[in-house]
């Protein structure tokens, strides 16, 4: 008798993160490492006080399930200052350990299995692995890059139709989006708010990026959208915009039915939160106008600089709407697929980049391979430091290989 499989199902075809795969081939280069998104920069010092003096204050127990009152409190607070969103803290917010389980425990408390549920692609790749978790099935819709009939990338409307059906429970949306940059329009959020009215379906807004958006887009949060607004569970959270990502405080907001939904999943999932780094993000949430429009300054500033320096290593790079993040064209260089490139760039170039064709499903995944995702989240020295390795290296491998 053959022995049982270790491997779930359900996980059997996840292997380790492309992220975590890629950050180890540029740790054994030793290349500049543009590939996973997180800042090799602190956040505020007022901000990490705010956690030491809470732990110093014994502040070091279980918090409420749904999360510590002053943060849900503060999240109400910045909903109202940023997008007019009156948000009831007592029964509208839920604070998780990050985004990733935010996403998570939307799905298990809205999605059954044998539902569906549409994403753009390309996608946050826990999306596809939670639609997974939960025994739903996914129907893709992809974005396009701009062309000469558009600015920004787009969706075909036709396509999104198509892919809602009566099993449809729930719609992904991810605005500024990752990796694209793009910042979905009132217009077209009206579009799929009325999809979604019309098939009663769901709506899990992932707006991690909130706060990274360059003019003249504009962010605008998908719950504010009257019909939207009493379907959607927004979801962010502080690492982005705060760039204290290994902290992991996310949240969620919903009307109190859907709130309610998310947090029977996520009292199994992790219970609660870490006590001290809820007291720090209250403080985060609350700092001044002029630190969140320092941070737009300093995003610019950095894609710009990363922008321009793909450019004149002769790459056709696409200027984000947000996020921080940058798609750019491979197609000319004659790899088999953006892996390979991405794979000589690490180990023959010494810069890390991500494949994004992994960020799609099966049916469309060629129409990731034409790019590569490069992080701006980084210091002046680190991308000044690429983009000479890039011009030093790239031209040569223009002509396509044989």
Wanted: a negative charge.
């Amino acid at each position: 008798m053959s022995p049982r499989p270790i491997l779930s199902q359900r996980v059997s075809r996840f292997g380790t993160t492309v992220f975590s795969e890629f950050s180890a081939l540029a740790l054994k280069h030793q290349a500049v490492n543009l590939g996973q998104g997180f800042p090799d920069f602190d956040g505020p010092d007022d901000v990490k006080l705010a956690a030491w003096e809470a732990i110093q204050d014994g502040i070091n127990q279980y918090a409420p399930g749904v999360g510590a009152k002053g943060l849900r409190d503060a999240i109400a607070e910045h909903s109202e200052r940023f997008y007019g969103h009156k948000v009831d803290p007592d029964t509208m917010v839920s604070v998780t350990s990050g985004a990733t389980e935010a996403i998570l425990d939307v799905l298990l408390g809205l999605v059954d299995p044998g539902d569906e549920v549409v994403v753009f692609e390309p996608f946050y790749d826990s999306y596809d692995a939670g639609i997974a978790f939960v025994g739903a099935t996914p129907r893709y819709v992809p974005l396009r890059p701009p062309d000469a009939e558009h600015t920004a990338w787009w969706f075909d409307r036709d396509e999104v139709k198509a892919a809602f059906s009566p099993r449809t429970r729930l719609l992904i949306l991810n605005s500024p989006h990752n990796p694209t940059g793009k910042v979905f329009t009132r217009e077209e959020l009206e579009f799929l708010g009325n999809l979604c009215a019309e098939h009663d379906t769901k709506v899990l807004s992932d707006e991690v990026y909130e706060h990274i958006v360059f003019a003249p887009a504009r962010h605008i949060r998908a719950a504010t959208v009257p019909v939207l607004a009493e379907r959607t569970v927004t979801v962010s959270s502080a690492g982005k915009s705060f760039s204290l990502t290994g902290w992991k405080i996310g949240w969620i907001i919903a009307p109190p039915a859907l709130r309610d939904a998310v947090q029977r999943a996520h009292q199994f999932v992790t219970f609660a939160t870490a006590s001290p780094f809820q007291v720090a993000m209250a403080v985060a949430l609350r700092m001044s106008d002029e630190y969140f429009q320092e941070l737009t300054a300093l995003y610019t500033q950095k894609r710009e600089r990363l922008l321009t320096g793909l450019r004149s290593a002769g790459l056709t790079a696409y200027s984000p709407e947000g996020s921080y993040f940058i798609l750019a064209d491979i197609a000319g260089y004659g790899f088999e697929d953006d892996v390979a490139f991405c794979r000589h760039l690490v180990t023959q170039v010494g810069v890390a980049s991500i494949p994004p064709s992994v960020f799609y499903g099966p049916e469309h995944r060629h129409l990731g391979q034409r790019f590569a995702r490069f992080a701006f989240c980084k210091t002046e020295g680190v991308l000044d430091e690429a983009v000479r390795r890039l011009r030093a290296k790239l031209p040569t491998l223009a002509a396509p290989k044989r």
